[in-house]
T-cell receptor, first 114, second 112 residues
């Protein structure tokens, strides 16, 4: 079963615009991570935010986490055509038996038009 | 190249057959995770090994099994294959847990 639900399912924007993707989850977490996947290829780790953090930045990426609402958002600023990909949030559930296994959302398909 | 190597990249086989997928983790990583990605189920966690021992199990069918060897490479064995087993199978590795993974490029399995 999927822990996270992502919104929107698909997003189409022009180069230079910002892209915002949202993720909601159900259980308490140790951390939440975002990954990018280019068409049928392997996933690439983008950023990790821990449950005691509220915001994190990495280059053009900004992630926020609201544990009270069990939600996170990923903002990509000044998007480029090369950002076209699927973006997944993944949660590492709190509790002693998770051993870091991640539960992925269904993903957001981002298309950036040149 | 992520440092996680999966072989083969593509596999086409018939129903009822058995296949073995191989994963070599990134150098220094002790944890290996297997995931299945399909259009209808999305990314599903199958199983995790840490330094040769099974640590967590997810939605892995009884027809599927895995192991991690002393050199830390891992194999996922899929038997009595069905059409519905067609999917991308990913291996990921990490030093331990609690951080991000490094994914391999996957094995695309097609069962005909």
């Amino acid at each position: 079963s999927q822990q996270g639900e992502e919104d929107p399912q698909a997003l189409s924007i022009q180069e230079g615009e910002n892209a915002t993707m949202n993720c909601s989850y159900k259980t308490s977490i140790n951390n939440l991570q975002w990954y990018r996947q280019n068409s049928g290829r392997g996933l690439v780790h983008l950023i990790l935010i821990r449950s005691n953090e509220r915001e994190k930045h990495s280059g053009r990426l900004r992630v926020t986490l609201d544990t009270s609402k069990k939600s996170s958002s990923l903002l990509i600023t000044a998007s480029r055509a090369a950002d076209t990909a699927s973006y997944f949030c993944a949660t590492d559930a709190a509790g002693g038996t998770s051993y870091g296994k991640l539960t992925f959302g269904q993903g957001t398909i981002l298309t950036v038009h040149p | 190249d992520s440092g996680v190597t999966q072989t083969p990249k593509h596999l086409i086989t018939a129903t009822g057959q058995r296949v073995t997928l191989r994963c070599s983790p990134r150098s220094g990583d002790l944890s290996v995770y297997w995931y299945q990605q399909s259009l209808d189920q999305g990314l599903q966690f199958l199983i995790q090994y840490y330094n040769g021992e099974e640590r967590a199990k997810g939605n892995i069918l009884e027809r599927f099994s895995a192991q991690q060897f002393p050199d830390l490479h891992s194999e996922l064995n899929l038997s009595s294959l069905e059409l519905g087993d067609s999917a991308l199978y990913f291996c990921a590795s990490s030093v331990s847990w609690g951080g991000g993974y490094t994914f391999g490029s996957g094995t695309r399995l097609t069962v005909v």
